[in-house]
């Protein structure tokens, strides 16, 4: 007998994989438009004056975030990446300019280096495999974004967007006591508030 949560990931992943390069190129550019939007609506409600933004470096067929790293560091919001330094350990996140070159991490990903200064996010985009109405994100199987909200939302108040394409929608992603909710999902279609 499978895992629901294996076979969920691999046919919403399965899906993803699907999407045509100029739809790839046109969520991107829908995604930048969406966020440049949000993230200074959340940033007056939530009043503060200087948030630290988290968005995830692309990697495979995510929904490219570049654009929209660009279209925030444009508009003066202090960007970082997540750098993962552990398997199965929160996050941490480093400060990112457009144009700063970028290291391979111990897990083959794009970082920025250990010379560049580590802060808690107040806003965070999220990769995620599959999501659900309800907030609920299923991811790749490791549980970082789901100990990182965690850890992050004991310190702080936070807000967590998770970002995909609409093709990656479940009914229902299984959850467990330890999953943590986005507060939104951004896909090239819509902003989906979770009741």
Not at 104 to 129: H, Q, V
Not at 145 to 174: F, M, N, W
């Amino acid at each position: 007998m499978t895992d629901p949560k294996t076979d969920l990931r691999r046919h919403a992943l399965a899906r993803r994989d699907l999407v045509t390069p100029q739809e790839a190129h046109d969520a991107a550019a829908a995604i930048a438009r969406t966020g440049r939007a949000l993230v200074p609506e959340l940033t007056e409600k939530s009043g503060l004056t200087a948030p630290v933004v988290s968005v995830y470096w692309p990697i495979r067929s995510e929904l490219n975030t570049r654009p929209l790293i660009e279209a925030l560091a444009a508009q003066g919001f202090r960007v970082t990446l997540p750098v993962m330094h552990k398997v199965r350990h929160p996050l941490i996140f480093r400060d990112f300019t457009p144009g700063d070159d970028l290291v391979k991490g111990p897990y083959g990903l794009s970082e920025p280096a250990d010379d560049r200064t580590a802060r808690d996010p107040d806003i965070l985009f999220s990769p995620l495999a599959a999501f659900d109405r309800r907030g609920f994100r299923l991811g790749y199987g490791g549980g970082i974004y789901d100990a990182t909200l965690s850890q992050l939302r004991a310190r702080k108040a936070i807000v967590a967007i998770g970002v995909a394409y609409a093709c990656q929608e479940a009914d229902h992603v299984p959850t467990e006591p330890h999953d943590q909710r986005l507060d939104y999902l951004m896909t090239e279609r819509e902003t989906i508030i979770p009741a």
